[in-house]
């Protein structure tokens, strides 16, 4: 299994989880959380708004060890949110979104053959420091492990 498969299940997982929770788009409707793949997507003019509320599955950087390890893949889940309340409380939403993901992954670590490395990376995150008030965003950092791929027997040996 490669990054690019990781990449895929995470966004279909993320959005069967977030399917039923709704929150506010620059427009006003209540939506639930798009999940995109590594960026969001083109804007087709400049009146368009930005997706809002989002999660972007990034894959960050991975690697393979030697032949017996497992190939780690360190993911960034980056998380806006639209909330233009007055009171200026859109982390708490981005947060939620937060703690959601770490108590899915970690009652069931697995996803297909992958597994969340909670073991050793962990689950880490960060909310932005930067006021951007009607947007609010945050980002997740976890590790996943897939089988390495491993050398095929030498026919000639």
């Known amino acids: 299994m490669t990054a690019r498969d990781l990449q895929v299940r995470l966004q279909q997982d993320l959005t069967e989880l977030f399917k039923d929770r709704r929150y506010k788009t ?3 409707k209540m939506e639930p959380v798009h999940v995109f793949r590594q960026n969001l997507p083109q804007r087709k003019s400049e009146e368009d708004e930005d997706p ?10 991975g690697g393979v060890k030697d032949q017996m390890t497992a190939h780690k893949i360190a993911v960034v889940f980056r998380i ?4 233009d309340d007055l009171t200026n ?3 708490a939403s981005v947060l939620a979104i937060m ?3 770490q108590q899915h ?6 996803l297909g053959p992958f597994v969340f490395n ?3 990376d962990g689950f880490a995150w960060a909310l932005q420091d930067e006021q951007s008030w009607p947007y609010f965003f945050g980002a997740v950092g976890m590790t996943w492990e897939a089988h390495a791929p491993r050398r095929k027997a030498n026919k000639f040996a």
């Open 99 to 101: 703690e959601t993901m």
């Open 118 to 120: 909670d073991d050793g």
């Open 105 to 110: 992954y970690e009652e069931s670590n697995t």
């Open 89 to 91: 409380q859109g982390h």
């Open 26 to 28: 620059p427009d006003g």
């Open 52 to 61: 809002f509320p989002y999660i972007i599955v990034t894959l960050d950087s």
């Open 80 to 83: 806006g949110i639209y909330d």
